[in-house]
């Protein structure tokens, strides 16, 4: 096999790999994860419920469902 071959083939795996692994979120999900992540990144520790309230100015049962899906998603841990 070429460099190119190897390549090309490396290329349609990764695509097809991505295609499977991403999956499709809502605008204000994706800002949730990415609000989860940065935080965790800052602080060295996850966000409590009330920092995403805060930070999102939305009702905590609206909030807690939010964590709720993304934990039955597989997307975060609840703390042990």
């Known amino acids: 096999m070429t460099i ?3 390549a090309h083939a490396a290329k ?5 790999l991505a295609a499977t692994l991403i999956k499709t979120f809502r605008h204000k999900q994706g800002q949730y994860l990415a609000f989860i992540y ?4 800052a602080k060295s520790a996850a ?3 009330m920092d995403v309230q805060l930070y999102f100015k939305v009702n905590p049962l609206l ?7 993304f934990e039955h998603e597989g997307l975060i841990r609840a703390p042990a």
């Open 12 to 16: 349609s795996i990764t695509v097809r």
């Open 38 to 41: 940065a935080y965790a990144r």
């Open 63 to 69: 909030d807690h469902q939010m964590v709720l899906a």
């Open 4 to 6: 190119g071959e190897i």
């Open 47 to 49: 966000p409590v419920e």
